[in-house]
């Protein structure tokens, strides 16, 4: 079965430090990756997508995520917090045999302080 | 160009009640989805659709969801006879094939 964990429910960060929001998954055979981040009563934004190719995925605001294989993990990155990236964000996967139905984490918050 | 839409934005009704909720996906996005976001379940895969077929409602929850798209774009999700536990956040997506998909703002149906 494929399954996503987000092991940390909110992450405190200062602003203009670097910020980590981690991401472990299990699917079978070699995975679609996403993020996503959701802003107080808004739906889901697109951050960024791992298909295949360089381990290392830029996608909007500044954020990246890397991917590892033999960790099967896909954090999310962002060299310098802005109290503007405070929200609500979600790791998704999906297999490549499925269709296309993504799973989701339970979703971490970021909380940057100024 | 317009994003994913989805009408109403809010949706009080009483227990028993039926009710549709809307979804108008990104023209030309071929593949819909279904989810629904609950403080106890987190979000939940409901119903795929390609064009107007739906070749997975593995994630519809009972008998009482249904849902259909018309047209290759408009979809309706209707739950009959509406239970308190179906109180959530119900959110449409929609993409091109594998991509990514891009979300709705949500229907949030409370249930009373």
């Known amino acids: 079965a494929q399954s996503v964990a987000q092991p940390e429910d909110q992450v405190n960060v200062a602003e203009g430090n670097p910020l980590t929001v981690k991401c472990t998954y299990s699917?079978?055979?070699?995975?679609?990756l996403f993020w996503y981040v959701q802003y107080p009563n808004r739906g889901l934004q697109f951050l960024l997508k791992?298909?295949?190719?360089?381990?290392l995925v830029k996608g909007s605001y500044g954020f990246e995520a890397e991917f590892n294989k033999s960790q099967t993990s896909f954090h999310l990155k962002k060299p310098s917090a802005l109290v503007s990236d405070s929200a609500l964000y979600f790791c998704?996967?999906?297999?490549?045999?499925?269709?296309?139905?993504?799973?989701f984490g339970q979703g971490t918050t970021l909380q940057v302080k100024p | 160009g317009a994003g994913v839409s989805q009408s109403p934005s809010n949706k009080v009704t009483e227990k028993g009640k039926d009710v549709e909720l809307r979804c108008d996906p990104i023209?030309?996005?071929?593949?819909l989805y279904w989810y629904r976001q609950s403080l106890g379940q987190g979000l939940e895969f409901l119903i795929y659709?390609?064009?107007?077929?739906?070749?997975?409602k593995s994630g519809l929850p009972s008998d009482r969801f249904s849902a259909e798209r018309t047209g290759g774009s408009v979809s309706t999700l209707t739950i009959q006879r509406t239970q308190q536990e179906d109180s959530a956040v119900y959110l449409c997506?929609?993409?091109?094939?594998?991509?990514?998909?891009?979300f709705g703002p949500g229907t949030r149906l409370t249930v009373t």
């Open positions: 023209s030309g996005h071929t593949a």
């Open positions: 998704a996967v999906r297999g490549r045999s499925n269709t296309g139905k993504l799973i």
């Open positions: 791992y298909i295949t190719g360089d381990n």
């Open positions: 699917v079978s055979g070699n995975p679609y």
């Open positions: 997506a929609s993409s091109l094939d594998e991509d990514e998909q891009y």
């Open positions: 659709f390609q064009g107007n077929s739906a070749p997975d």
